[in-house]
T-cell receptor, first 115, second 115 residues
Framework: AQKITQTQPGMFVQEKEAVTLDCTYDTSDPSYGLFWYKQPSSGEMIFLIYQGSYDQQNATEGRYSLNFQKARKSANLVISASQLGDSAMYFCAMRGTGTASKLTFGTGTRLQVTL | EAGVTQFPSHSVIEKGQTVTLRCDPISGHDNLYWYRRVMGKEIKFLLHFVKESKQDESGMPNNRFLAERTGGTYSTLKVQPAELEDSGVYFC?????????????FGPGTRLTVL
């Protein structure tokens, strides 16, 4: 079984600062994918970034980067130069291999960006 | 390109009534997923279609839930009869049959309230 743990229910960060949202995972699959999604107050789920378990380099997408530490089973999301529009819920998720492609989600972290 | 759409955005029904949720995936996406988030809890997988076939329905809570995807395009999720514990946000997601990351793209969700 797969499990995602997000230990930070809420985080505050000042505008223009960087913030790290924690995510640890547990799986017995040799190959897997890790995702981060953003859910603003409007409710939609927005895909942010993906990391494959065999990717040699940490994924980056604009101001988002994923600090992937396979040995520690962690996939933390780093948001650089925070903006007010980054205030939202952030979900870490994992996908297994083959036909078991469903996503397993963590409980989410609510990020609030302040002036 | 249009994203995943869901209808209705909100539904308020009484216990014992029937509700049908609809999801239109991104055009050309053969994979279609349903997820649900009950208040304060993590997003949980319900089922997965590949085209019109149910690939995995291990997350369906009970036989009051019926999902269909006739013709392999849009999907419906019917709850009959609805119970109080069915309240939550129902998300639909889609992905291509074979993609480099198999990223699932989510719709805006349907917020279901059962009174």
């Amino acid at each position: 079984a797969q499990k995602i743990t997000q230990t930070q229910p809420g985080m505050f960060v000042q505008e223009k600062e960087a913030v790290t949202l924690d995510c640890t995972y547990d799986t017995s699959d040799p190959s897997y994918g890790l995702f981060w999604y953003k859910q603003p107050s409007s409710g939609e789920m927005i895909f942010l970034i993906y990391q494959g378990s065999y990717d040699q380099q940490n994924a980056t997408e604009g101001r988002y980067s994923l600090n992937f530490q396979k040995a520690r089973k962690s996939a933390n999301l780093v948001i650089s130069a925070s903006q007010l529009g980054d205030s939202a819920m952030y979900f870490c998720a994992m996908r297994g291999t083959g036909t078991a492609s469903k996503l397993t989600f963590g409980t989410g972290t609510r990020l609030q960006v302040t002036l | 390109e249009a994203g995943v759409t869901q209808f209705p955005s909100h539904s308020v029904i009484e216990k014992g009534q029937t509700v049908t949720l609809r999801c239109d995936p991104i055009s050309g996406h053969d994979n279609l997923y349903w997820y649900r988030r009950v208040m304060g809890k993590e997003i949980k997988f319900l089922l997965h279609f590949v085209k019109e076939s149910k690939q995995d329905e291990s997350g369906m809570p009970n036989n009051r839930f019926l999902a269909e995807r006739t013709g392999g395009t849009y999907s419906t999720l019917k709850v009959q009869p609805a119970e109080l514990e069915d309240s939550g946000v129902y998300f639909c997601a889609s992905s291509p049959l074979r993609g480099p990351t198999d990223t699932q793209y989510f719709g805006p969700g349907t917020r279901l309230t059962v009174l």
